[in-house]
Nanobody, 123 residues
């Protein structure tokens, strides 16, 4: 499967963006899809994940209440709605597919990764 992340851009603090992760080649078949981000000079960090079973969602503390992840496996798409963006949210955002039942905050539990989309938030 190939994952295509899109929707990034340059916005001012307080604005919103909606990222999309689309799967091509086959439908999402794993247990969950997650978003991670990597800021310049920093490691990759977990942002959010949605488990297909029951549509359970999980968020990093830094984005909880501002970001919302949603999945549509009929459309083969996962969205990340990002509101009240802050300069600290500036990063390349990656989506990934997991086949793990647990540990969705850990990148090594994800097998397929998209190419990333850049989000830049100016102050």
């Amino acid at each position: 499967v190939q994952l295509q992340a899109s929707g990034g851009g340059l916005v001012q603090a307080g604005a919103s963006l909606r990222l999309s992760c689309a799967a091509s080649g086959r439908p999402f078949s794993g247990t969950a899809v997650g978003w991670f981000r990597q800021a310049p000079g920093k490691g990759r960090e977990f942002v959010a994940a949605v488990r297909w079973s029951g549509r359970s969602t999980f968020y990093a503390g830094s984005v909880k209440g501002r970001f919302t992840i949603s999945g549509d496996n009929q459309q083969n798409t996962v969205h990340l709605q990002m509101n009240s963006l802050k300069p600290g949210d500036t990063a390349i955002y990656y989506c990934a597919e997991s086949y793990s039942a647990y540990g969705l905050a850990y990148s090594n539990n994800y097998g397929y990764w998209g190419q990333g989309t850049l989000v830049t938030v100016s102050s």
